[in-house]
Structures are given as structure tokens and as C-alpha cells.
């Protein structure tokens, strides 16, 4: 059964950090692009970060600009893990953070449940 699992959101003060995890299950972890995307109340969803799969030889990763040099995305493809490191965050971070797993191969796409992160003072 494929599943993708997240945690680690909650409430922080802003200028604060939190750290997302996302677990995977059930497919080749290693051979999928990880993706983090949000979604705030009342906007579409979009693409926060984003890392290659292991076999495009190099681990290459990409940040929408709003979150570059304050977030950080990683993967450990033994523990099927893909993480998201987030500092100073800002009100406007505020959102539904979901995982994504997507195969280019097989166009397979896989999301979580998402989990909830609030900036607030």
C-alpha cells in the first residue's frame, strides 16, 4: 500500500523554525522526485521545494523563491524519508504543507495528508 505520511507541523512564533518529516511506504522511494507543497486558506497550492530521485546521479534541489535561504529540503532514500527544514518563518508561511512523490517514468504521483503549519505571534 502506498503511503506518504507527514508530521512535524504545528504552531510557532514567527522567526521561529520547524522541521517536516514525510514517510514513505509501499513504492521505490529512491526512484521518485520528493516535492513539498502548501496551500493556504483560500489559494491554489503550490510547489515550496522540491529534490531529485537517485537515479538522475546527483541530488539536485529546487526552492520557490519566497523560501530560498530559509528552507531546506532533504531525503534519505535508506529510511525513506523526505524532510523540510524551515527557519525565520513568516506569517505568510502559514498553510496545509503536503508531501509528493512523483515518478517521471511512470508519471505515478503520490500525496499525503498534508499537516498543518501556523506562524503566529
Known amino acids: 500500500q502506498v503511503q506518504l505520511r507527514e508530521s512535524g507541523g504545528g504552531l510557532v512564533q514567527p522567526g521561529g523554525s520547524l522541521r517536516l518529516s514525510c514517510a514513505a511506504s509501499?513504492?521505490?522511494?529512491?526512484?521518485?522526485?520528493a516535492n513539498w507543497y502548501r496551500q493556504a486558506p483560500g489559494k491554489e497550492r503550490e510547489l515550496v521545494a522540491s529534490?531529485?530521485?537517485?537515479?538522475?546521479?546527483?541530488?539536485?534541489?529546487n526552492y520557490r523563491d519566497s523560501v530560498k535561504g530559509r528552507f531546506t529540503i532533504s531525503r534519505d532514500n535508506v529510511l525513506k524519508m523526505v524532510y523540510l527544514e524551515m527557519n525565520n518563518l513568516k506569517p505568510e508561511d502559514t498553510a496545509v504543507y503536503y508531501c509528493?512523490?512523483?515518478?517521471?517514468?511512470?508519471?505515478?504521483?503520490?500525496w499525503g495528508q498534508g499537516t498543518q503549519v501556523t506562524v503566529s505571534s
Open positions: 509501499g513504492f521505490t522511494f529512491a526512484n521518485y522526485a
Open positions: 529534490i531529485s530521485a537517485e537515479d538522475t546521479g546527483k541530488t539536485g534541489t
Open positions: 509528493n512523490a512523483f515518478d517521471r517514468y511512470t508519471s505515478n504521483d503520490w
